[in-house]
């Protein structure tokens, strides 16, 4: 099978799509003829050796774990009520490639209507939206959120689950994503390389930031005090915190199947609609990377691999 791979850490210059043998299955987990993955930045940030949780830190590694696929086999002796054949999607180590495998307990039925490359778009991005702005700020239509980074995979899904709560939406943004932003609703748009956003915003209850230094650094004067900043890289400021009087929330996602087929739900019913730019083949993978990590995909990027 074809896979993009790598031998040591580092650039995309590192990334080849080699044949290699098949993944060999454990007890409990299937063999995933993978159909497409996206592409999200942690994919890059463990190519260059920046986040390598147990997983992804051995050589060589193949790239990659948001995918959508088939069952082609499960593993003898695995006790399941998926069947070969079966449409999947889900998150596992190793989804730019042909074939994966992945533990039963971690994949998700992909609902009838919605493609490979949807499903694809969907685990990792909208479950950090989905357990920050609903079960973390529990958006409602009193709140007002600044999203920053609101046209990015996680962005994109937070913004529009804050606006099926009826919650204000106002997004920090560049020039090309403002059109995607305006057709799911956002109230306000701010671009965040013309403009400063605490010139125009104030009052906020919650504020997410996947983007931290000066952007986190000017964003705790336009929350309401006891209002909230939901940072996801790692980066807080908790002395600046307490003296704006907000809560500080420093954010891992959880995987979590239940949560993704509520959501799948969601995306079924057109409630939320996952915000893909690019379609690219396998043996782009390393333009995928370097759009993404300069900031250049303005939205999704999914691998096809059909
Ligand atoms: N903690 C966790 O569990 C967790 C989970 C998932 C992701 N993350 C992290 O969260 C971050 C975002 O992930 P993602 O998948 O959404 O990335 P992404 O799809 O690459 O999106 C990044 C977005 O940031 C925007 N942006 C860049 N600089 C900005 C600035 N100064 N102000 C406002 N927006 C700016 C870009 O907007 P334009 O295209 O409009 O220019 C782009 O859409 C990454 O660092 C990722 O590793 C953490």
């Known amino acids: 099978m074809k896979a993009a791979r790598i031998h040591s850490f580092g650039g995309s210059e590192k990334v080849r799509v080699e044949t290699v043998p098949l993944p060999r299955m454990r007890k409990n987990t299937a063999l995933v003829r993978v159909r497409a993955a996206a592409v999200n930045p942690v994919d890059w940030a463990i190519r260059e050796k920046i986040y390598n949780p147990k997983g992804a830190d051995k050589l060589p590694l193949t790239l990659g774990q948001d995918f959508a696929g088939v069952i082609e086999a499960i593993a003898p002796g695995s006790r399941t009520s998926f069947r070969k054949g079966d449409s999947v999607f889900g998150e596992t180590w190793g989804s730019f490639a042909e ?3 992945v533990p039963l307990k971690d994949l998700v039925r992909k609902p009838r209507s919605l493609s490979f490359v949807v499903s694809a778009s969907i685990p990792m991005p909208a479950l950090t939206a989905w357990q920050m ?18 046209s990015g995979g996680v962005g994109s899904f937070a913004a529009q689950f804050a606006k099926s709560k009826g919650a204000h939406v106002i997004a920090t943004a560049s020039r090309p994503s403002f059109r995607y ?12 390389k013309k403009e400063r956003f605490e010139k125009k915003v104030a009052g906020v209850d919650v504020v997410i930031d ?35 009087g907000v809560r500080a929330v420093e954010f891992g996602m959880r995987y979590d199947t239940r949560d993704l087929e509520e959501i799948a739900r969601l995306v079924e019913r057109k409630v939320v609609r996952p915000h893909i730019s690019r379609i690219l083949p396998l043996g782009q993978v390393r333009r995928a990377l370097d759009l ?8 999704k990027i999914v691998l096809d691999l059909t």
């Open 210 to 244: 996947p983007i931290g230094g000066a952007t986190q650094r000017r964003s705790w004067g336009v929350l309401k005090k006891g209002g909230m900043l939901i940072n996801l890289i790692g980066e807080i400021d908790r002395a600046a915190a307490r003296k704006a």
């Open 181 to 192: 932003l305006e057709r799911i609703g956002v109230d306000v748009i701010v671009d965040y």
């Open 292 to 299: 993404n990590e300069k900031g250049r995909s303005h939205g």
């Open 99 to 101: 074939y994966a495998v």
């Open 133 to 150: 702005v609903i079960d973390t700020a529990k958006a409602s239509p009193r709140k007002t959120f600044l999203i920053h980074g609101a």
